[in-house]
Each structure stands twice: as C-alpha cells, then as structure tokens.
C-alpha cells in the first residue's frame, strides 16, 4: 500500500475514489492507521478501488476549546475550513467526486463538510456521530455557529444534493456520549427536508468504538467506491 506523510495531511492507497477522513475529537492524522481502521479496508486500498486523505482535526482550538464562547468556537472552526480547502482539497485527487468519513467527532466534520459544499464533496460516511456540536455552549449563537451546526441549519434547507449515510450502534457509550440520540434525531431533520440519506442502526453489540466501527465501515464503504 503507497503512504505519503504530507504537512497535516496522511495519504494511503495508489488509486480510486478519494476519501477525506477526519479523526474523533482533537486526535490526528494516523488514528484511522492505528485503530485497524485502514487494515479493514485495505483490500479496497490495494485494488485501487478508494485512497483515502486522513487530516488532523483543529477540535482543540474550534469546538473543544471550553474557554471560548460558541460563537467565537464556530468562527475558529470556520478557519479550519479554509485550511481543508487551501491546502488539502488541492492535494486530493478525484475532481468532485470526494467523499468524506469520520467516527465520533469526525462524523461531524464529515456531514457538516458535504451538507456545505455538496458540489465538491457529495457523500458523508459518518459512524456515532453529534451533528450538534454547539449544545452545551455558552453565550450567544449567531450566524457562525448556525451554518456550522448541521442540527441547526438543515431545518432551513429545502432539500440538497447530498448524500448521508449515518450508521450508529445501540452498545456501550452510544447513548452516554449522545450519539445515539444525535444520530436518530439529525436522521429525522434530514427526513424532514427531503435529503437523502441511509440510517443504520446496529445492535446492543456495536459500542461507541473501534471494533464496532471497524466493521461498519468494512459493511459499508465498498457500495460507495
């Protein structure tokens, strides 16, 4: 399997559909590559049937920065954004096919990413994901936090050319960290304004981690590439 470890950004596989792959909450780069993330795909990696583009997150200064009222958080997140599309998206071969991945805090990123720019990136893959990142905040919320939030903001779409697969678990750590309740509730808003999008819901044996993630993700990327 080729690898190249670029400045922020780690690139696997030789060829096929490109995937952007964010991490869980303020990790880097290489979880993916050390959680068997990679290994349970790799077949598709060495058929040249998917190359993934695994970045670092900014969770630490944007989002998880607690100091910071969620106003200024959003704004932060919004250069992180400019980052992805400066230096990232330029690396990223494909055109406008990219789909975007991420478990936990990383399926944020994954569907707020194609829920705002579905031209480039059509289709989110997105396993125990919290789609309202800005709950629990503090101060007042503005347009920053609103066109980042994807609870907040797919109430006023009116449909889109995205493509969501939301897949979450009823095991340990689901519904603790909220992502269970995240998934369902963010599945009905979508419902709600016509966008399409897949909800699976495993059992009381897919906890909110790796093992359980693993497999999801070996059950489902090989429909999409």
Known sequence: MRREDRDGLLVLGHWG???????????????????????????????????????????????????????????????????????VVPQIEGGGQVATAGVSMGAYHAANLTLRHPEQFPLALCFSGIYDVADGGWGERGDAVYFNNPQDFVGGLDGSPASLLLVVGRGM?????????????????????????????????????????????????????
């Open 17 to 87: 559909r490109p995937v952007l792959v964010f991490p869980s909450q303020e990790r880097t780069r290489y979880e993916w590559e050390e959680h068997g993330m990679v290994d349970a795909v790799r077949d598709l990696i060495d058929a040249g049937r998917v190359k993934l583009y695994c970045v670092d997150s900014w969770d630490s200064t944007t989002w998880c920065d607690t100091w910071l009222p969620s106003e200024e958080r959003a704004r932060r997140y919004e250069e992180y954004e400019r980052w992805l599309f400066r230096h």
């Open 173 to 225: 750590w689901e519904d603790t960290t909220g992502a269970l309740e995240h998934t369902l509730r963010f599945a009905e808003s979508l419902r709600a304004r016509g966008i399409r999008h897949e909800l699976d819901v495993w059992g009381e044996d897919a906890p909110h981690d790796w093992p359980a993630w693993r497999a999801q993700l070996a059950k489902h990327l090989p429909r999409f590439v």
